[in-house]
């Protein structure tokens, strides 16, 4: 009886909680807005559930194949594991990319939406909160990269995730626990993609504005630091016994990504135009201009450092300076999407202004307060998603002959085969389950590897640009031959990509060259 009793007390609890929950308008509002995100999601990822993979896609999903089935393809060394790893896993049980994208990309898309709503409810209030989750349900950026099986939207969210457990474990309860899990979350955001450690680097410098050295000595952040260290440490030994040394993955990355010999980025300024369109930028601005008052005008920052709001402001000014500055002077180069978990602080920014506008309008009524509200979140988000459905469509069809391709080789190899590429090795790789080659640095020095791989077939596509011997090699040498060309138009006038295969590993004899005929 007594677990009856139990059961029966939990139930009650639940169904209190749920009525609360309900009974509160933002929430209504909130969930409302989850559903809709939910809805284009998933909208956006079937019209294009047939698109194929770019070459970012195919190689975590080569990999993931690498850690499910031993699949021949190398590893590389920029390429974090945990994305790889939890995709190997949805594989080995025999599920597709689709599912893939559905468990790993879309649902932590929608995970950002809700933590937009927790870090702005916990940094301000539930009307800033509900603002900044409208427009990150429809940023048009997010939405695209829900679509493909990158890591930046998992990325997005473990950052953000991480960063939500540290506010309240730290600055709200001072939760030892919370903060552990912070340093956890943070480690697998790291062990996805390199360039969350940025998230860690946000927070010293916050600490250090408002505590100075006195953060070093408070053993709960020792607890998150020691947390996050030990969820790396299995990804460091392993790059140690992989590549012979544990620091091999940040160095290729870094060496990759900083431009120590180009100019400054200074284009990643108009990323804050690009992300917002004019509406939401617009509102951003003023954000940023009370972020600025509050603190160095209003409150004093440089005396008193304290306030919940000021705390905030400092943290959003601080999170936006060090993506620009790491981006714009350091690594000197940025795609848009590598500054995903900038919209945050931003959109955070932009519903605060939006918040003031609303305040300012009830002035005049509260029907003309939501009414001014409503028509800004109408004509952003139009605008956001007007992009976002014009990106997505307009992508879709890229290297459209490239599964074809791919499946035409698995079809006409064996497992052992190997196939040389001029490109695209990862989605060939991908689509035909065979070890895919690239071609060498020269002429001679590919014509030495086809001896010497002995590979099925030779590829070439025209989806990028490559040096001209490569499209003349295959031309020149009697024992290469075409034997299958997909076409990207239905007139089959532009061919997209030619195989060819080897009659003779040994024998390369250029072809005669045929006389010319004067005109008479």
């Known amino acids: 009886m007594p677990e009856l009793g139990n059961t029966i007390a939990v139930k009650q609890t639940l169904t209190t909680r749920l009525e609360n929950f309900f009974a509160d308008k933002y929430n209504l509002y909130f969930l409302a807005i989850v559903i809709f995100a ?47 790893l939890l995709a190997a896993g949805l594989f080995y049980l025999g599920a597709g990319d689709l599912t893939a994208k559905l468990l790993l990309v879309v ?28 427009i990150m349900s429809v940023f048009w950026l997010l939405l695209f990269n829900t679509v493909r099986n990158h890591t930046d939207v998992l990325a997005m969210f473990l950052g953000a995730l991480g960063v939500y ?22 480690g697998l955001a790291f062990m996805t993609r390199l360039l969350s450690a940025i998230n860690i680097i946000i927070l010293l410098i916050f ?30 030994i392993w790059a140690k016994i992989k590549y012979g040394s544990v620091l091999a993955p940040i160095s290729a990355y870094s060496s990759a990504l900083t431009g120590v010999y180009q100019k400054f980025a200074w284009y990643v300024f108009g990323f804050f135009n690009w992300y917002g369109v004019w509406v939401f930028m617009l509102l951003f601005l003023a954000g940023l201009l009370f972020v600025f008052a509050n603190l160095f005008v209003g409150s004093d920052m440089l005396g008193k450092r304290e306030g919940r709001e000021v705390n ?74 007007a992009r976002a459905d014009n990106l997505i469509i307009s992508k879709a069809k890229t290297y459209s002959q490239e599964p074809y391709a791919g499946i035409w080789l698995k079809d006409n190899t064996q497992p052992n085969d190997i196939i040389l590429s001029a490109n695209e090795q990862a989605p060939f790789a991908y689509y035909a389950d065979r070890r895919i080659e690239g071609f060498a640095s020269d002429e001679a020095a590919t014509i030495e590897r086809i001896k010497k791989l002995k590979p099925r077939y030779i590829l070439l596509t025209s989806y990028f640009l490559s040096e001209q011997w490569m499209f003349e090699l295959p031309n020149k040498y009697e024992n290469i031959r075409p034997v299958q060309v997909f076409f990207e138009d239905a007139a089959q006038t532009q061919a997209s990509v030619i195989i060819y295969e080897i009659t003779d590993y040994e024998n390369f004899v250029l072809k005669a060259v045929q006389p010319q005929i004067a005109d008479q």
Request: no cysteine; aromatic share 20%; hydrophobic share 60%.
């Open 312 to 385: 905030a402001d400092l943290f959003m000014l601080i999170w936006i300076v060090v993506y620009v500055i790491y981006f714009v002077f350091v690594a000197r180069a940025a795609e848009d999407r590598w500054m995903l978990p900038m919209a945050i602080p931003m959109f955070l920014l932009a519903g605060k202004a939006l918040a003031f506008v609303f305040d300012f309008m009830k002035k005049y009524g509260r029907k003309a307060a939501f009414a001014t509200v409503i028509v800004i979140l109408l004509v952003g988000g139009s605008l956001q998603l």
């Open 107 to 134: 649902l932590p898309s929608v995970g950002v939406v809700v933590l937009t709503y927790l870090l702005a409810h916990e940094f301000y209030n539930k009307k800033v909160a509900l603002f900044a989750t409208a």
């Open 207 to 236: 600490l250090i504005f408002i505590k100075q050295h006195r953060f070093l000595l408070d053993r709960n952040i020792w607890v998150a630091a020691i947390a996050g260290a030990l969820t790396i440490m299995p990804y460091l």
């Open 165 to 186: 457990l540290f506010w309240k474990g730290y600055m709200e309860t001072q939760d030892w626990k919370l903060l552990a899990i912070s340093g956890v979350i943070f």
């Open 38 to 84: 939910l809805f284009f999601r998933l909208y956006f990822v079937f019209i294009t559930r047939t698109q194929p993979l770019w070459w970012d896609e195919a190689e975590y999903l080569n990999i993931a194949k690498v850690f499910a089935f031993n699949f021949p393809w190398d590893v590389n060394v920029q390429r974090p594991p945990l994305f790889p």
